[in-house]
């Protein structure tokens, strides 16, 4: 076996190889593989990578940090984010490739269309803001995420009450019972998402991301033609300990919609979770940003089911102007008004 295999196929943990089985385990979620299926599985992804490396191209924002691929036909001569002019450059190595994709269903037209609206119903933005060669600049962009799979063996148990009340004549009574209960078993939860990287707005992009239902579809890289790809960031270790926790507030909500009864204790409240899958996705997302005074401000569409949400830049010299237009108005008012009075 080569050096570099030392990640398990389904949770991505490290591997171990146990001599007296000739066989490689995984301590965390308890999978088992041959050598053989190991250097298999490994001669795929070697594959897989180096077919993605010559079809894609990608540039290094030098004022952002932005790191963005596309497919080798297409290119931009700025970077999507900070509108700096970039270089594409043909190296692209390591362990990018996506699993999966939803692809776009917004075009770049009704992304337009959908910004133009939105911002007309803001008076002092700066004018650049909603001009025609600034909405050119809009970016259909994936957004790269981290999803697990998880099971869960649950295992509670507790009291609860049921409380109930019924008037009788001007009196009121009220019942507790309470009850005992048991709950045990197994559950899959799937698609727990969590963006893979700090170079986009996170705030912006959550708000916009957690309505995706869309069906997630293997990756190609024509997907990727006339459409960006921001690279992750963010290494699916350190994602781990988030989407456990997200699995479990999920598992958590669950068992209590399942126990019908008020004041809940619990005796016993076992939740064990294994993460079984781990996917790299990218969602879909039309982003526009806007320079201005030295902050970035976003706008974003999510490119699949075309909600939004976006940060408005404001010009207050605009309003200086709208208040003196105003006072000088006033003004004016008052000035033949006192000559009326004269
Ligand atoms: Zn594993
Ligand atoms: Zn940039």
Redesign the pocket.
Known sequence: MSSAIHKCPSCGANLTFDASLDKVSCDYCRSEFSVAEIESLHEKEMQKEEQYDSQTHGYH??????EVVTDTETSSG???????P?VFSDKITGDYVPDYVVPFKISKDQAKQAFTKWVKKFKLVPKGFASPEHLEKITGIYIPYWMSDAHANIDVSGVGDVITTRNSGDKRYTTTKRYRFQRSGGISIEHVKTIASDKVNQALINSVESNTKGKLEPFSTAYLSGFFSQRYTIKREDVRAINEQKTKDYVEDLVRRQIDFQNIQFERNHKDINITKWSYILLPMWILTYNFKGKVYVYALNGENGESFGELPIDYSRLILHDVVGFIGLLTAALIGGKFLW
């Open positions: 924002c030098q004022n952002c940090g932005a700025f970077c999507y984010y900070c509108h700096s970039v």
